[in-house]
Protein backbone atom coordinates (compact mmCIF):
# COMPACT_ATOMS: atom_id res chain seq x y z
CA UNK A 1 0.00 0.00 0.00
CA UNK A 2 1.26 3.41 -1.19
CA UNK A 3 1.81 5.89 1.74
CA UNK A 4 -0.56 8.85 2.07
CA UNK A 5 1.45 11.72 1.63
CA UNK A 6 -0.07 15.11 3.08
CA UNK A 7 0.43 18.54 1.49
CA UNK A 8 1.48 21.07 3.80
CA UNK A 9 -1.02 23.81 4.55
CA UNK A 10 0.34 27.22 2.66
CA UNK A 11 1.90 29.75 4.65
CA UNK A 12 0.58 32.66 6.00
CA UNK A 13 2.67 35.01 4.22
CA UNK A 14 2.22 32.65 1.19
CA UNK A 15 1.76 35.15 -1.78
CA UNK A 16 -1.54 33.23 -2.78
CA UNK A 17 -3.02 33.57 0.87
CA UNK A 18 -2.21 36.82 1.23
CA UNK A 19 -4.43 37.52 -2.08
CA UNK A 20 -7.25 35.41 -0.96
CA UNK A 21 -7.64 36.92 2.48
CA UNK A 22 -6.91 40.18 0.85
CA UNK A 23 -9.77 39.59 -1.44
CA UNK A 24 -12.51 38.30 0.92
CA UNK A 25 -11.81 40.85 3.53
CA UNK A 26 -12.81 43.69 0.31
CA UNK A 27 -15.87 41.83 -0.41
CA UNK A 28 -16.91 41.34 3.06
CA UNK A 29 -16.42 44.84 3.53
CA UNK A 30 -18.27 45.85 1.02
CA UNK A 31 -21.06 43.27 1.44
CA UNK A 32 -21.27 44.17 5.18
CA UNK A 33 -22.19 47.80 4.24
CA UNK A 34 -24.38 46.85 1.60
CA UNK A 35 -26.97 44.39 3.40
CA UNK A 36 -25.34 44.45 7.38
CA UNK A 37 -23.83 41.15 8.64
CA UNK A 38 -27.53 39.63 9.30
CA UNK A 39 -27.80 40.21 5.18
CA UNK A 40 -24.68 39.24 3.80
CA UNK A 41 -23.58 35.47 4.14
CA UNK A 42 -20.19 33.46 3.96
CA UNK A 43 -21.33 31.68 0.37
CA UNK A 44 -21.94 35.64 -0.45
CA UNK A 45 -18.68 36.36 0.40
CA UNK A 46 -17.00 33.42 -1.11
CA UNK A 47 -18.92 34.22 -4.52
CA UNK A 48 -17.76 38.11 -4.30
CA UNK A 49 -14.03 37.29 -3.73
CA UNK A 50 -14.48 34.57 -6.29
CA UNK A 51 -13.45 32.13 -4.33
CA UNK A 52 -14.52 28.85 -3.23
CA UNK A 53 -16.29 28.03 -0.28
CA UNK A 54 -13.69 25.63 0.97
CA UNK A 55 -10.83 28.59 0.45
CA UNK A 56 -12.98 31.11 2.31
CA UNK A 57 -13.42 28.68 5.47
CA UNK A 58 -9.59 27.98 5.04
CA UNK A 59 -9.00 31.58 6.27
CA UNK A 60 -12.10 32.21 8.33
CA UNK A 61 -13.88 29.99 10.58
CA UNK A 62 -16.78 31.49 10.50
CA UNK A 63 -18.58 35.43 9.68
CA UNK A 64 -18.00 36.51 13.24
CA UNK A 65 -14.08 35.86 12.72
CA UNK A 66 -14.21 37.78 9.41
CA UNK A 67 -16.32 40.83 11.11
CA UNK A 68 -13.30 41.03 13.71
CA UNK A 69 -10.49 40.85 11.36
CA UNK A 70 -11.91 43.84 9.73
CA UNK A 71 -11.94 46.02 13.29
CA UNK A 72 -8.63 44.71 14.04
CA UNK A 73 -7.04 45.64 10.72
CA UNK A 74 -8.08 49.31 11.01
CA UNK A 75 -7.82 49.25 15.12
CA UNK A 76 -3.50 48.15 13.68
CA UNK A 77 -3.26 51.24 11.75
CA UNK A 78 -5.11 53.49 14.46
CA UNK A 79 -2.54 51.94 17.32
CA UNK A 80 0.07 52.56 15.02
CA UNK A 81 -0.90 56.67 14.44
CA UNK A 82 -0.81 56.99 18.10
CA UNK A 83 2.71 55.99 19.32
CA UNK A 84 3.26 58.37 15.73
CA UNK A 85 1.42 60.73 18.14
CA UNK A 86 3.62 60.38 21.50
CA UNK A 87 6.81 60.87 18.85
CA UNK A 88 5.55 63.73 17.68
CA UNK A 89 5.14 65.30 20.76
CA UNK A 90 8.26 63.98 22.26
CA UNK A 91 10.14 66.27 19.49
CA UNK A 92 10.95 69.74 20.91
CA UNK A 93 7.97 72.43 20.14
CA UNK A 94 9.01 75.78 20.00
CA UNK A 95 6.92 79.01 20.69
CA UNK A 96 8.06 79.66 17.03
CA UNK A 97 7.06 76.51 15.58
CA UNK A 98 4.18 75.32 17.59
CA UNK A 99 1.34 76.50 15.21
CA UNK A 100 2.57 74.44 12.30
CA UNK A 101 3.34 71.98 14.02
CA UNK A 102 -0.28 71.29 15.00
CA UNK A 103 -1.67 72.40 11.44
CA UNK A 104 0.60 69.50 10.47
CA UNK A 105 -0.62 67.21 12.65
CA UNK A 106 -4.40 68.61 12.74
CA UNK A 107 -4.12 67.49 8.78
CA UNK A 108 -2.55 64.45 9.13
CA UNK A 109 -5.12 63.66 11.70
CA UNK A 110 -8.04 64.27 9.66
CA UNK A 111 -6.71 62.28 6.42
CA UNK A 112 -5.81 59.40 8.46
CA UNK A 113 -9.31 59.16 10.37
CA UNK A 114 -11.21 60.43 6.70
CA UNK A 115 -10.12 57.25 4.56
CA UNK A 116 -12.23 54.58 2.86
CA UNK A 117 -11.41 51.71 4.93
CA UNK A 118 -12.00 53.59 8.50
CA UNK A 119 -15.29 55.31 7.21
CA UNK A 120 -16.42 52.30 5.83
CA UNK A 121 -15.49 50.36 8.95
CA UNK A 122 -17.36 52.87 11.18
CA UNK A 123 -20.72 52.79 9.03
CA UNK A 124 -20.54 49.14 9.67
CA UNK A 125 -19.86 49.40 13.86
CA UNK A 126 -23.03 51.92 13.87
CA UNK A 127 -24.84 49.20 11.91
CA UNK A 128 -24.30 46.38 13.90
CA UNK A 129 -23.41 47.80 17.51
CA UNK A 130 -26.20 45.88 19.00
CA UNK A 131 -25.11 42.40 17.84
CA UNK A 132 -21.13 43.58 18.57
CA UNK A 133 -21.87 46.02 21.68
CA UNK A 134 -18.57 45.13 23.06
CA UNK A 135 -16.54 45.15 19.74
CA UNK A 136 -17.95 48.74 19.08
CA UNK A 137 -17.13 49.89 22.53
CA UNK A 138 -13.48 48.47 22.13
CA UNK A 139 -12.61 50.10 18.29
CA UNK A 140 -14.07 53.77 20.02
CA UNK A 141 -11.09 52.61 23.15
CA UNK A 142 -8.31 51.73 21.04
CA UNK A 143 -8.78 54.02 18.32
CA UNK A 144 -10.49 57.38 18.84
CA UNK A 145 -10.40 56.79 22.53
CA UNK A 146 -6.24 56.42 22.09
CA UNK A 147 -5.86 59.14 19.91
CA UNK A 148 -7.31 61.80 22.32
CA UNK A 149 -5.52 60.40 24.90
CA UNK A 150 -2.01 60.07 23.33
CA UNK A 151 -3.10 64.27 22.23
CA UNK A 152 -4.22 65.00 25.81
CA UNK A 153 -0.64 64.20 27.00
CA UNK A 154 0.64 65.92 23.94
CA UNK A 155 -1.25 69.03 25.15
CA UNK A 156 -0.66 68.89 28.81
CA UNK A 157 3.36 68.92 28.17
CA UNK A 158 2.80 72.17 26.07
CA UNK A 159 0.54 73.58 28.87
CA UNK A 160 3.45 73.22 31.12
CA UNK A 161 5.83 74.64 29.06
CA UNK A 162 3.04 77.60 28.99
CA UNK A 163 2.87 77.29 25.36
CA UNK A 164 -0.87 76.74 25.36
CA UNK A 165 -3.28 77.03 28.41
CA UNK A 166 -5.05 73.68 29.06
CA UNK A 167 -7.10 73.52 31.89
CA UNK A 168 -8.64 70.37 30.66
CA UNK A 169 -6.04 68.53 28.40
CA UNK A 170 -8.50 65.60 27.80
CA UNK A 171 -11.33 68.22 27.07
CA UNK A 172 -8.45 70.14 24.70
CA UNK A 173 -7.84 66.99 23.41
CA UNK A 174 -11.37 66.23 22.26
CA UNK A 175 -12.16 69.40 20.72
CA UNK A 176 -8.99 69.68 18.86
CA UNK A 177 -9.54 66.07 17.26
CA UNK A 178 -13.58 67.04 16.72
CA UNK A 179 -12.43 70.67 15.29
CA UNK A 180 -10.22 69.38 12.63
CA UNK A 181 -11.93 65.98 11.07
CA UNK A 182 -15.57 66.31 12.65
CA UNK A 183 -17.86 67.89 9.38
CA UNK A 184 -16.22 65.79 7.22
CA UNK A 185 -16.07 63.14 9.04
CA UNK A 186 -19.67 63.29 9.85
CA UNK A 187 -21.34 63.88 6.08
CA UNK A 188 -18.93 60.67 4.87
CA UNK A 189 -19.92 58.41 7.33
CA UNK A 190 -23.73 59.20 7.16
CA UNK A 191 -23.83 60.19 3.58
CA UNK A 192 -21.34 57.80 2.70
CA UNK A 193 -19.17 59.96 0.03
CA UNK A 194 -15.26 61.01 0.99
CA UNK A 195 -14.74 64.67 0.55
CA UNK A 196 -11.53 65.60 -1.94
CA UNK A 197 -8.54 65.43 0.16
CA UNK A 198 -8.24 69.27 -0.33
CA UNK A 199 -11.38 69.80 1.26
CA UNK A 200 -10.26 67.88 4.19
CA UNK A 201 -7.25 69.70 4.87
CA UNK A 202 -9.05 73.08 4.50
CA UNK A 203 -11.50 72.19 7.34
CA UNK A 204 -8.68 70.85 9.50
CA UNK A 205 -6.20 73.63 9.13
CA UNK A 206 -9.83 75.92 10.09
CA UNK A 207 -10.23 73.90 13.08
CA UNK A 208 -6.54 74.24 14.46
CA UNK A 209 -7.13 78.24 13.92
CA UNK A 210 -10.08 77.93 16.22
CA UNK A 211 -8.44 75.59 18.77
CA UNK A 212 -5.44 77.91 18.85
CA UNK A 213 -7.47 80.84 19.72
CA UNK A 214 -9.32 78.94 22.63
CA UNK A 215 -6.14 77.90 23.97
CA UNK A 216 -3.42 79.15 22.64
CA UNK A 217 -1.08 80.96 25.73
Given at each position: ??????????????P????????????????????????T?MD?I?????L????????????E?????I???VL?????????????????????????T?????????????????????????????L????????F????????D????????????R???VP?P????????????????????????L?A?????????????T???????
Amino acid sequence: MSAIVKRAAPRADDPRVVRSRAAVLDAARTLFLRHGYAGTTMDDIAAAAGLTKRTLYNNYGDKEALFTEIVSHVLAYAEEFVHGLHEEFAVEITKTNLRQTLHDLGARLALGIIRPEVIALRRLLIGEARLFPTLAADYFDRAPGQVIDALAAGFAGLGRRRLLRVPDPHRAAAQFAYLVAGEPLDRAVLVGSLPAKAQVIACAHDGVETFLACYLA
